[in-house]
């Protein structure tokens, strides 16, 4: 693919638009993809042919270079509709801008096909990487791989060891899914069709170009090798966090969906209030939901706007400002759990029957926000230690 065939004319809402038309398709497939613990290569080929792939692909390589806002927005509106679509998505296209940290030959190499790349990877070191002329081999596994199951290419943390296999610096490194397998690890309670299955790596050779040490990753080290292009500025650990809270946002906006539009259908069990419109009860519940729901609106948008901020500025956050990131995507995943847990109150228990979407939702928001990089309670003594002028790590991810 040429630079000049690679110039986009689409933009981050015309993904959108063509994304949001493909709700329904999505929805008729859920549960199938629940089913079959993977999202089905329909709606994965519908998805790619809308572009919601390539959303954080170079442009150069005719992808769009969209920003986090936009990112937040497509898996919002996909998790309207099922939860494990929008979680491949959503670490599809994290993945694709991470990779985009390492060596410029590495980039080229995993767009070689295109912008439509579908990439899985986990950035904890669950491996080796041994130095032999040329590059590296590589062995490990890594477990919570998202994506696995429709992935082209795969990224995992490890540590480079010497040859007395001390270990000498964490980095990650890039492989076509052609050199690994895939255990099939995924059995959980939700995110079923997310395909997080384990990546196995036995004795994988990968040239120098696809590693990429994380120190300059985690502190901000790779800002000069993008001056003109801010998308790829922005902060590491921030945009990894925050990109997570995309389909929370989208949980919670379908739940407020589907208990509005049953309100004035469904009477209220066991009373003698024949629409749960007409309840104070139920008004209120709906009422204390949106808001909520809301809120974690307004705080994940804050949080995006100050990421590409500092981004379009070039200047790596401070210490306070990205534990404000992780302290508003914490606020925005407690908001969302209260709602969605509020509504099902409000609904009552027929939203746990199989055949009814909410139970999905409810699982599949619970499973999402337990990732560990961005769990509440982490996130908020981080801030507050910030708060207090304590700069102690406790997590890598900040």
């Given at each position: 693919m040429?630079?000049a065939?690679?110039?986009?004319?689409?933009?981050?809402d015309?993904?959108?638009?063509r994304?949001?038309a493909?709700q329904?398709l999505?929805?008729?497939?859920a549960?199938?993809?629940?089913?079959d613990?993977k999202v089905?290569?329909d709606?994965?080929?519908?998805?790619?042919d809308a572009?919601?792939?390539?959303l954080?692909?170079?442009?150069?390589?005719g992808g769009l270079?969209?920003?986090?806002r936009a990112?937040?927005d497509?898996s919002?509106v996909?998790?309207?509709?099922d939860?494990?679509t929008s979680w491949?998505?959503?670490?599809s296209n994290?993945?694709?801008?991470?990779?985009c940290?390492f060596d410029q030959a590495?980039?080229?190499?995993i767009?070689?096909?295109g912008?439509?790349t579908i990439l899985?990877g986990?950035v904890?070191p669950?491996?080796?990487?041994?130095?032999?002329?040329g590059?590296?081999?590589i062995n490990g596994?890594?477990?919570?791989?998202s994506?696995s199951l429709h992935?082209?290419w795969?990224?995992?943390?490890?540590?480079?060891?010497d040859e007395?296999?001390d270990e000498?610096?964490?980095?990650m490194?890039?492989?076509p899914?052609?050199?690994?397998q895939i255990?099939?690890?995924?059995?959980v309670?939700?995110m079923?069709a997310?395909?997080s299955?384990?990546?196995?790596?036995?004795?994988?050779f990968?040239?120098?170009?696809r590693?990429s040490?994380?120190?300059?990753?985690?502190?901000?080290?790779?800002l000069?090798?993008?001056?003109d292009n801010?998308?790829?500025r922005?902060a590491?650990?921030?945009?990894?966090v925050?990109v997570?809270?995309?389909?929370?946002?989208?949980f919670?906006r379908?739940?407020?969906?589907?208990a509005?539009?049953?309100?004035?259908t469904k009477?209220?069990a066991?009373?003698?209030?024949e629409q749960?419109?007409?309840?104070?009860?139920?008004q209120?519940?709906?009422a204390d939901?949106?808001?909520?729901?809301?809120?974690?609106h307004?705080?994940a948008?804050?949080?995006?706007?100050d990421?590409?901020r500092?981004a379009?500025?070039g200047?790596?956050?401070d210490?306070?400002?990205r534990a404000?990131?992780?302290?508003?995507?914490a606020?925005?995943l407690?908001?969302?759990?209260?709602a969605?847990?509020?509504?099902?109150n409000?609904c009552?228990?027929?939203s746990f029957?199989?055949?009814?979407?909410?139970?999905?939702?409810w699982?599949?928001?619970n499973?999402g926000q337990?990732h560990a990089v961005?769990?509440?309670?982490v996130s908020?003594?981080?801030?507050?230690k910030?708060l207090?002028g304590?700069?102690d790590?406790?997590?890598?991810?900040l």
């Amino acid at each position: 693919m040429t630079t000049a065939d690679a110039t986009p004319t689409e933009t981050a809402d015309d993904v959108l638009d063509r994304v949001g038309a493909l709700q329904p398709l999505i929805r008729h497939h859920a549960a199938q993809n629940e089913r079959d613990r993977k999202v089905s290569d329909d709606v994965v080929d519908a998805l790619k042919d809308a572009g919601a792939f390539r959303l954080a692909a170079p442009r150069r390589f005719g992808g769009l270079e969209a920003g986090l806002r936009a990112m937040l927005d497509l898996s919002a509106v996909i998790a309207e509709a099922d939860g494990g679509t929008s979680w491949v998505t959503t670490l599809s296209n994290i993945n694709a801008w991470s990779t985009c940290l390492f060596d410029q030959a590495a980039v080229a190499e995993i767009y070689d096909s295109g912008p439509d790349t579908i990439l899985s990877g986990v950035v904890s070191p669950g491996g080796t990487a041994r130095k032999v002329p040329g590059g590296y081999v590589i062995n490990g596994e890594w477990p919570y791989a998202s994506a696995s199951l429709h992935a082209d290419w795969v990224s995992g943390g490890v540590w480079e060891v010497d040859e007395d296999g001390d270990e000498i610096d964490q980095s990650m490194v890039v492989m076509p899914i052609s050199d690994v397998q895939i255990k099939d690890t995924w059995y959980v309670a939700g995110m079923r069709a997310s395909g997080s299955n384990t990546i196995v790596a036995e004795d994988v050779f990968v040239p120098e170009h696809r590693l990429s040490s994380m120190l300059p990753v985690a502190t901000g080290g790779y800002l000069e090798q993008y001056p003109d292009n801010p998308f790829y500025r922005s902060a590491f650990a921030p945009m990894l966090v925050l990109v997570l809270v995309g389909p929370q946002l989208g949980f919670g906006r379908a739940a407020l969906e589907m208990a509005l539009a049953k309100a004035s259908t469904k009477a209220l069990a066991y009373t003698n209030i024949e629409q749960q419109s007409d309840s104070v009860a139920f008004q209120l519940l709906v009422a204390d939901a949106a808001a909520k729901i809301d809120t974690a609106h307004l705080h994940a948008y804050r949080a995006a706007e100050d990421v590409e901020r500092y981004a379009q500025q070039g200047v790596f956050p401070d210490f306070l400002a990205r534990a404000r990131v992780r302290a508003d995507s914490a606020v925005a995943l407690t908001s969302i759990n209260s709602a969605v847990n509020t509504l099902l109150n409000a609904c009552g228990a027929g939203s746990f029957a199989e055949v009814n979407p909410m139970q999905r939702i409810w699982r599949d928001s619970n499973v999402g926000q337990r990732h560990a990089v961005m769990l509440p309670q982490v996130s908020m003594e981080t801030y507050g230690k910030a708060l207090l002028g304590r700069v102690d790590h406790i997590t890598a991810i900040l």
